[in-house]
Each structure stands twice: as C-alpha cells, then as structure tokens.
C-alpha cells in the first residue's frame, strides 16, 4: 500500500501529462501482481465497494472525534477521504493504533471486499490504523472509488502499454474482456503468455480515425465519400453467450455509456460490431431531411441533454430517442471483416441493414461526386446543423485501430468567422500557467457609437502561435482594468477573428447565444473595436 | 479598585492597554504600540513610538520606515526577558515566541494581574530564532493560524529531505521554493544548510535584504546568489527560493524548467497545494499546529484565553470540551499569513 500511496499523492501534484505516464509505468513494472492489477484498476476505472460509503467514514469519524471539530475540518478540506486521513491520529485521542505491518493493495481490497455494513465500523478503522496519512488517504479513496487525481481512464491504459511497450490498442481491445485484477493483461504483456481470448466478450474495438484533409486533393476512383454526422461516434457491439446475448455501447475512447442509451441496446439482437454515429431524431433544429433525403437528427445541442445520464427518464427516451447512423463494420453475424476492403465491407453493410430496425439505424449516405471539385461544391452547398462535413475513405483500406496516413480523411465545413472584441482573461494551466491564455469575448448589443455594450458571446484558449501568446499576455497584463481572482477584465481595445463550427441559442449566456468550438483565427490588432460585430450578426448565423 | 481585567480591552484595532494608552499590535497607528514581531498583519509604520525587540526594530526599519529620520517615530528596543515600565503602572516582559527572527510574547503586568498576548508562535525549533518559552498567566492571548486538529505539522527534517530527494533526482531543473520572505524563507535556508546542502541558494529579489538582515543577526545562510545576476543554465540542479507570489507569475520564466515547491503549513491539504499548481508541497509551517496550540493553552494553564485570529472556531470548541474559559476577539486586518 505504501508504493501505491507514493504513487497517488506524486500524481496528485504532477501537471504534466508525460510525467504522469512514467510515473504510473514505472510503479506498474515494479510491483508484483495482483497489487499492480488492482492498482490499474483503482486508476482507471474505479473499484466498488458497497459497504463503504463516504458516509461510512463521516460516521466512522464521528464516533471518534467530536462533530463539531469533524464538521469545521471537513469543510475546510472539501472533502471527506482527505478529511479523515488527516484527521486519524488526532481522532484516536492518546489511544495506541494496531502495530500490524500495512496491508498490501491485495490484501486491503479483499478486506473492502469481505466488509458489510455492520463489520466495516470496525474493519476500515483496523486498517486505517495501519497506515500512514498518506496510506490512509489512498486507502480511503480507493474503497470510496472516486480518485479524482486527473487520471483518465485512457491515460492508465497507455501508461500500461508503455510499461511492457505493447500497442495501446490491443490493450483497449482486451481491457473491456477483462475485470480486475487484469492477470491475463499482465500475463500477456509482461510476461509474454498468449494474448486473452476475447471471442465472445462484448468488447471494446479501437476505432478507426482520420486525419484533417487540409490541403490534400483525392482522387475520386480511388475514394468514396460520405456525410460526417454532428453526433457521438459510438461502437455498438452484441455477442451471443449463455445468457442469451449481451449487447454495449462503447464511446469513442471506449467507455460503456450503454446505460446511457438503453434504448439501443435492444435494437441489436445479431452478433455485430458496428461503428456509426448516435444521433438524437428532432425536427425542431436539425430539418426533416438533409441532402439525399437523410434528416431527422437533431443538433448536436439536443443530443447534449441526453450525454452523461446515469439514468434516463421515460420522457427523455420519448421526446429524444436515440438510433445510430452507421459507417461502417467491424464484426457481421459473428464474422470479423476488419480485414476486407471498405467497399466490400460497406456491401456486407448495407446487406445486413434490412436486418436492423429502422427505428434504431440507418446507414450515411455514401455522397456521389464525379470529382473532387464536384465534391467542394456539394459540401459548401449543405446547410444541415446535423452535418459537420464530410468522410473520404480511401475504398480499398481495411478497418485499422487508429490514425493511419492516406486510409480516411476528415473534411469538414469551412468555420463561421465574427470579429469580437477582448474582455476577460485568465490564466492557463500546465505549461501555460504563468500566461494569460484564456480569453472570454464579446460582441456589441447595438451601436457602439450610440452607448452599446459587449456582451460575452464565447471564450477560447486556441488558435495562435507561442509568439501571439506572449504578445497577448503582454496585451492583458498592460491592459488590466479589473481584478476578480484569477480573472482580469482587460480595456476592451483588442479585436479578435473567432472561428467556430456553429451557433445556437444558449440561456447560460446573457448575450442568448452560445458557440461550438470556437477558437482565435486571427488577432486583429489592426482593427478599431467599433468595428467589431453586434449580437445580431451572431444570431443570423444560426442554421435552422 | 476596579474590576479585574479592565486595564485590557480588545477593540477591532488591537488590544488596548489602557492605563498605559499602548497597543499590542495594532492595526492603524498610534501614539505607542507594543509589537510582538515584524509581519505585517501584527507590524505597520507610523506609530509614535514603537516597542519591540531589536530585531524586530530593525525588519521594521527594513519594512516600513520605523525609527528612520523624523517620520519613523520613536523606538524604544527590549531584549529577551527584559522588562520595562510603561506609563500607568504596567510592566511589559518580551519572551521568545519561536516564530521568527524577533518574535516575542508580550507579558503585561498591572495591578498583580498577568496577560501574554503571543502574537504568532510555534513550538518547534528553528535555527533563526529562540525557543518558545511556557510562562504562566491569568489571560492568555493566542492566535489559531492552525486551529483544526487536522494541522499536525511533520517534522520539518522529512519536508528537507524530500525537497533535497527531488533536486537531486532533476539534475536538469531548479527547484523552486515558495516561501514568505520574512521567516520562512531564512528557516528554510538555514535548516537546509544543517541537512548538509552547502550549494549556493538563488534568491528572488525581493528575498535579498532579508536574508542579509538575517545574516547580520548572527544567523548564517551560507552562499546566496541573485537569479538576477545568474545566466538561466546556470540554475540547473539549484534550489531558488522566491515569495509565494512569484511561483506562477512569469518571473519564473528565467527559470531552468522549474520544480514548484511551496513551504507553507496549508499545503498538509492536497487541494490547497493543487490550486497553487504545487508540484512538491513542503509542510513547514512557522506557527504552531493544532497539538501545539492545545498543548500550550494547557501548560500555560491560564483562567482564560483570548483568540485572536486563524480558525477560532475550533480552538473554541476545544477550550469548552475540556471546561476551559476562551473568547474569540473580532479584529480586523488579520489575514492568514501567505505562510
Ligand atoms: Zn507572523
Ligand atoms: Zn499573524
């Protein structure tokens, strides 16, 4: 426990990215199993333990010290693990703590484990009693299950690939096969067993990605092109087994968000992976029918309302139902075809839709261009809020995990542009910490030569170089009106070119509008800010 | 004879003692003020004369003008243990407070009753300043700074070792270390010079005269260098101490890929550290812990303590769990310290 301690509170304080990695590789090649499979566990994804709540230890607490001291503490901390940790020694009050050595990860999961309701009042203080502050506060978070040290699941997985140097995508295609403490993981990439056998596991498959057109040309022979959906991309997988079946859906970076969206989880009844887009139906925003009469979808902001739902109500389920718009397949009726050509993958596709229910999904139009000239046409006449841009697939590439040159190309539409003027700005993090990198902008609400006012239409921390950054934080730091903790209100003289993909009504903003994805696309320190846009601009640019 | 207590009052201002028209560390000027040490919560210039240990006369001068030509006022300089007679019949006795160069606890006497305000203190040893010394009394006036029992300061030769495990494990960086420049920052030095680092420290600017005011104290820093003056490679592999305020700001830019450190008794709380973007929290704190806060109320043994300032509420609670008599005082201007 004391490795695995050292190991949360130097993540704790660790900004960078790459050094979290090397931290969490190194612990996992030196730790022995199962400690460094729980571990990996504890990280990741989190382990569940019933018995121990957070307000098992606000009790546990409470019988220890008076309430009053526990209540002042725990407010000041912010939070109850942390609160505890600190707080044991003083709360034993004189009494002489158990001498036994510290538990390992191992032995301190199957005592969370093994604990109920009625024992964990005096086995989670045993062990606590065995740990050091910093023992204790790993131990307390580890049986509370919310870590919360800016480790993303992701983030585990790769650190654990560069631990054995293996291809992060097969630990991700393994990873949802397995359950903790990962001793086949460990087994394969360790110490080079055979990989898991995960044949009939609704697993997560790495996605195939694409890389940004940009100034690239195709050859129309050579690819096909299809709409990019303004959804979620999503993994839809069913495979049969003893119980009937089991069907998940996975999130791009393969999180289950299966309970999210029940109402696919039925649609798909035939061993399938299938990778497609999750649309929400809505005739409100997105129009009835796009290009090659597909429509139905909403904008990416109806879909909004139903991400990150633990839970969802029947209304919900009824006013925005789900389907998944499909691109492509990596398993047909139990048949692996991520090896054939796209386009014969997307005939075994487009034979095994009828099979689907139409309610649930449907299938991108592929978009027939003669040229790729033809094609820029197509794509700068859509008007769909639904549509993000367009998918060039080369036709003969196989389904690969990843981003591989020259296989698919994202092109998506031409941003929007709007002149705002600088209001705010705050400082970054990471390596940006010392600079004021964020900025919230506004337009004005009328005439600025009659009175009118900037309103904040939006904020972004993106789209310039190193050297723009150290000219704008010259820019704030010179031009500091104001002060309110970390933010400083700047004179209002700097206009900025914001890009961003869309615009839609927002009541979180008082200017109504909310942007998505804006970002600086060139700094105007040229321009007077009275010539810089009014909220009604922005409005117009609403696609409906 | 008037009730007992009288003579001392707490106003928001400070602690008034009347019979000599004096203030112990009062926040505005006045016409005489008592000063237990030189932060700037408990020290200000302007007062009409001033009343404090020689050391502290001299961060005073150093800080805000006391005593310097005809619009410093007044100094009138007490040593450790020595009394001196106010007007109205009070005796005022400075006693080391351990809390920085300077610091001392202001026993007043006056008609056979005994008041200590403490000021700001710890218990702990420090090579910049003498110890903490017990002294009975029927009022006992304390400060809280960390007045929750989940501040137990470790020992402070654990905090060196990491910070030195770090350095020597970055060849290529510097560490830089956050610490308040009056206090902190000279106990850092010197307690790193006892744990055997005899490399030369780089000091933020604002450091410099501390430290040499320090030095001319008798207390010995070893080979301090300004980071002005040094080329940046120059840094790598080098502690830099600076004022917390400098840790994020672009200052640090002249730095070698710097290690943020941050010696402060908040940062015992991981958000606290986090928020200041703290890559390695160092505990080490300059006041007294929750343990040494109760531990000296109860060898102090006094009928009733005062508490000035820091999280009273607690220390509150704990006086009434063990039947002991304490008031919180409502002054004003006393903010944690950037401690
Ligand atoms: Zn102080
Ligand atoms: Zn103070």
Not at chain 1, 154 to 167: P, Y
Request: hydrophobic content about 40%; overall charge negative.
């Amino acid at each position: 426990m004391e490795q695995f301690a050292a190991l949360l509170d130097a993540l704790v304080f660790t900004r960078s990215r790459n050094e979290k990695l090397r931290l969490i590789a190194e612990y996992l090649r030196a730790t022995p199993d199962p400690d460094r499979g729980w571990a990996l566990a504890a990280l990741t994804d989190g382990l569940d333990f019933p018995a121990v709540k957070s307000s098992t230890i606000r009790n546990i607490m409470k019988e220890r010290i008076d309430p009053v001291l526990w209540s002042l503490s725990r407010d000041f901390v912010g939070d109850t693990a942390e609160t505890a940790s600190l707080l044991w020694e003083t709360a034993q009050m004189g009494e002489n703590g158990d001498s036994a050595p510290p538990p390992s990860v191992s032995e301190t999961v199957a005592a969370l484990e093994a604990m109920n309701r009625k024992s964990v009042v005096t086995e989670l203080p045993a062990l606590l009693d065995r740990l050091d502050p910093s023992g204790r506060y790993a131990l307390l978070k580890l049986a509370t299950g919310a870590m919360r040290i800016g480790v993303s699941s992701r983030l585990g997985k790769v650190a654990f690939a560069q631990a054995f140097d293996v291809s992060v995508d097969e630990v991700e295609e393994y990873w949802h096969a397995l359950t903790p403490p990962f001793a086949e993981l460990f087994a394969w990439a360790a110490d080079g067993d055979a990989p898991p056998d995960i044949a009939n596991m609704p697993t997560f498959r790495p996605f195939m990605l694409a890389h940004p057109l940009e100034e690239t040309v195709v050859d129309m022979a050579d690819y096909a092109a299809e709409w990019k959906w303004d959804g979620i991309r999503v993994q839809l997988v069913h495979v049969a087994n003893d119980s009937g079946g089991e069907t998940r859906v996975y999130s791009r970076s393969g999180d289950d968000i299966s309970a999210t969206f029940p109402e696919m989880l039925d649609a798909l009844t035939i061993p399938a992976v299938l990778d497609g887009e999750l649309l929400v139906r809505g005739n409100v925003q997105g129009g009835e029918a796009g290009p090659d009469k597909q429509g139905g979808a909403a904008s990416f902001n109806a879909l909004q309302q139903r991400l990150g739902r633990k839970t969802v109500s029947k209304k919900m389920l009824a006013e925005s139902p789900a389907f998944v718009r499909l691109y492509d397949a990596m398993v047909i009726e139990g048949e692996d075809v991520r090896a054939l050509e796209w386009q014969d993958r997307r005939r075994r596709l487009e034979e095994f839709l009828p099979r689907l229910p139409a309610s649930h999904f449907d299938i991108s139009a592929i978009v027939e261009a003669e040229s790729f000239e033809a094609l820029a046409e197509i794509r700068e006449g859509t008007r769909d809020d639904a549509i993000e841009g367009l998918m060039l697939k080369r036709r003969d590439s196989p389904y690969i995990a990843g981003r591989k040159t020259g296989l698919w190309y994202k092109w998506k539409r031409d941003p929007l542009l709007i002149d705002c003027v600088l209001m705010y700005a705050q400082r970054g993090s990471g390596k940006r910490s010392s600079f004021f990198s964020d900025y919230t902008f506004g337009c004005w609400n009328g005439d600025p030569d009659m009175g009118a006012e900037l309103l904040p239409v939006g904020k972004a921390y993106s789209g310039f170089t190193d050297e723009e950054l150290k000219k704008l934080d010259k820019h704030v730091r010179s031009k500091t009106v104001n002060r309110f903790g970390p933010v400083r209100e700047t004179d209002k003289s700097l206009v900025f070119e914001v890009a961003f993909d869309s615009v839609h009504e927002s009541k979180r903003h008082k200017s109504g509008l909310a942007m998505r994805f804006p970002r600086i696309h060139r700094i105007r320190w040229d321009k007077p800010v009275h010539e810089a846009d009014r909220i009604e601009s922005l409005r117009s640019l609403i696609r409906d | 004879m008037s009730a007992p207590f009288s003579w001392i009052r707490s106003e928001p201002w400070g602690i008034h003692v009347v019979p000599a028209d004096a203030w112990v560390d009062p926040g505005k000027a006045v016409a005489r003020a008592l000063v237990t040490h030189g932060h700037a919560d408990h020290a200000r210039g302007g007062h009409g004369a001033t009343v404090a240990t020689p050391e502290t006369l001299a961060i005073m001068k150093l800080r805000y003008q006391t005593g310097d030509g005809p619009s410093g006022g007044e100094t009138t300089p007490v040593q450790y243990g020595e009394t001196i007679r106010l007007p109205g019949g009070v005796d005022a006795t400075y006693i080391p407070a351990g809390h920085v160069l300077g610091s001392a606890q202001i026993l007043l006497e006056h008609a056979g009753e005994r008041v200590i305000c403490t000021g700001d203190y710890k218990r702990r040893a420090d090579p910049t300043c003498p110890a903490f010394e017990v002294t009975p009394c029927d009022i006992f006036i304390t400060e809280a700074t960390f007045g929750l029992p989940l501040f137990t300061h470790p020992p402070i030769e654990g905090e060196m070792a990491k910070l030195l495990e770090r350095l020597a494990a970055y060849p290529d960086r510097c560490v830089l270390v956050g610490a308040y420049a009056l206090g902190k920052a000279q106990r850092v030095i010197a307690e790193l010079r006892a744990a055997g680092h005899h490399q030369p420290i780089y000091l933020h600017g604002a450091m410099e005269k501390m430290c040499r005011l320090y030095e001319e104290h008798g207390v010995e820093l070893g080979e301090l260098r300004l980071v002005a003056d040094t080329p940046k490679d120059d840094m790598r592999g080098h502690i830099v101490i600076a004022p917390p305020s400098a840790l994020n700001d672009r200052w640090s830019r002249r730095l070698p890929d710097p290690i943020t450190a941050f010696a402060s008794g908040w940062m015992r709380v991981r958000q606290r550290a986090r928020q200041r973007n703290v890559e390695l929290p160092l505990v080490i704190s300059d006041h007294a812990d929750w343990n040494e806060l109760t531990r000296t109320i109860e060898e102090v043994d006094p009928q009733e303590t005062w508490i000035t300032h820091g999280r009273e509420e607690a220390l509150l609670r704990w006086n009434q769990l063990h039947q002991r008599r304490a008031r919180a005082l409502a002054l004003v201007g006393r903010e944690d310290e950037d401690e």
